[in-house]
């Protein structure tokens, strides 16, 4: 009987399961090692420096290129060191496209390390196919690099859609699958090349640590990052690997928790007499609601909302108190942040409200404890 393969669930929870079979460990031994004895000249046991590869780090990284159903995975010291190592496919004089509603420290970085080093970049509203057809007919584009839902106002671009209109046209497609993790949408399934992550959000999910990691589709892509990887040196230390792999463990359980929090709260802001506006893409009045639905298991755990005036947003900020005010998302302890002032401050402020990142807006990222708690603390937050 051929073997069944595992449900999504039961590869997270065995992240890392057994990887040690002379000690049958259950969980991944951390190797803290920085290099490794030769058994003799040209005799290597697979391992030779833990900057080109480490037994802890390599269980991670196969962990995430199975989950992805990638190639290969390759782990990074931040998510913003592996979308550095993504950014190092292209050569100067090539070209990118991205999706206007970007991460702060991601716009940062094209904007002042990868234009200054000579790719240009190209921002489009990527949930326009028509935009992204119109830039690929005016400019020879060699990359496009997605955010889906975007952060913060959860923009909704479609993966197949564009994916098809990329390989018409010969442009590789990275996704940033952090808001949504390989749980609730596999981009590569969908037509994708590169999938990132910043790992330090839900698949850590325990703010703890930074991490980034990078699955590519192609053996071809995978020899490129591997080298980049080896070469640039921004390696994920082995215990902040082991971390990881803990993390995954408890992903099922910890997203689907969330997500259901986010649905409940969701509603509650939605009805809220000072919150004029709710980003999140389980409500069905967002306008990506049933393109997401198409491409991905659920909403996620991310709500970004406007509320009457930034005095208010501030007296939010200040009042919350189950709720923490700190930057980052996807962990289990619920946090709230402004964007406007901090992740994405260095879009310049036109560009931001374009988008609608204002000064009233507000991005929760709902943990896992109690619904009730988190809504009370909203409800007094918001008085
Ligand atoms: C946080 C984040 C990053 C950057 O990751 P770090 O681990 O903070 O370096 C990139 N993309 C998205 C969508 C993020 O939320």
């Known amino acids: ?32 090692t920085a290099t490794f004895r030769h058994k003799g000249p040209g005799r290597s046991t697979g391992y ?35 979308i550095a190592a993504v950014m190092g496919l292209f050569k100067p004089g090539e070209a990118v496209v991205a999706s206007d509603d970007l991460y702060g420290g991601t716009y940062r970085f094209f904007e002042t390390l990868a234009r200054p080093s000579g790719i240009k970049i190209f921002y489009a509203d990527t949930t326009n196919p028509l935009k992204i057809a119109d830039v690929f007919s005016r400019e020879k584009i ?43 949408q596999l981009p590569i399934t969908l037509g994708a090349d590169v999938v990132v992550h910043s790992a ?30 080896n070469a640039s040196g921004a390696v994920l230390a082995p215990f902040d690997a082991w971390l990881v792999l803990r993390g995954l463990k408890t992903l099922a359980v910890r997203l689907e928790c969330a997500q259901a929090n986010a649905k409940r709260i969701a509603s509650f802001l939605v009805k809220h007499p000072s919150v004029t506006k709710v980003y999140f893409p389980g409500l069905s009045s967002h306008p990506g609601h049933s393109l997401h639905k198409r491409q991905a298991r659920g909403p996620g755990a991310v709500i970004s909302f406007s509320v009457t005036n930034a005095k208010k947003a501030t007296s939010v900020l200040r009042r919350v108190s189950i709720i923490s005010f700190a930057e980052s998302l ?12 901090q992740t994405h401050a260095d879009i310049p402020l036109a560009t931001r409200q374009c988008l609608g990142v204002t000064d009233d807006l ?22």
């Open 1 to 32: 009987m051929k073997n069944r393969s595992p449900q999504i669930s039961t590869r997270l929870c065995h992240a890392g399961l057994c990887t040690d079979e002379k000690t049958g460990a259950i969980s991944t031994p951390i190797y803290q």
């Open 330 to 341: 996807g962990g289990v302890e619920t946090l709230i942040t402004h964007p406007a002032r």
């Open 142 to 184: 060699s990359g496009i690099f997605i955010e889906t839902p975007t952060n913060p106002i959860m923009k909704i671009t479609d993966l197949r859609g564009v994916s098809k209109l990329a390989k018409k046209n010969n442009v590789l497609v990275i996704v940033d699958n952090t808001f949504m993790s390989p749980l609730l």
């Open 362 to 383: 507000l991005r929760l990222s709902v943990g896992i404890e109690d619904e009730k708690d988190l809504i009370a603390d909203l409800t007094q937050a918001l008085e």
């Open 200 to 229: 330090t959000k839900f698949l850590a999910g325990h703010n703890d640590t930074l991490s980034g990691l990078v699955v590519a589709k192609s053996a071809r892509v995978s020899k490129r990052i591997g080298f980049i990887q």
């Open 48 to 82: 030779d420096y833990s900057r080109t590869s480490n037994p802890t780090r390599h269980v991670l990284e196969k962990t995430i290129a199975d989950l992805e159903q990638g190639h290969s995975g390759f782990a990074f010291s931040s998510g913003m060191a592996a």
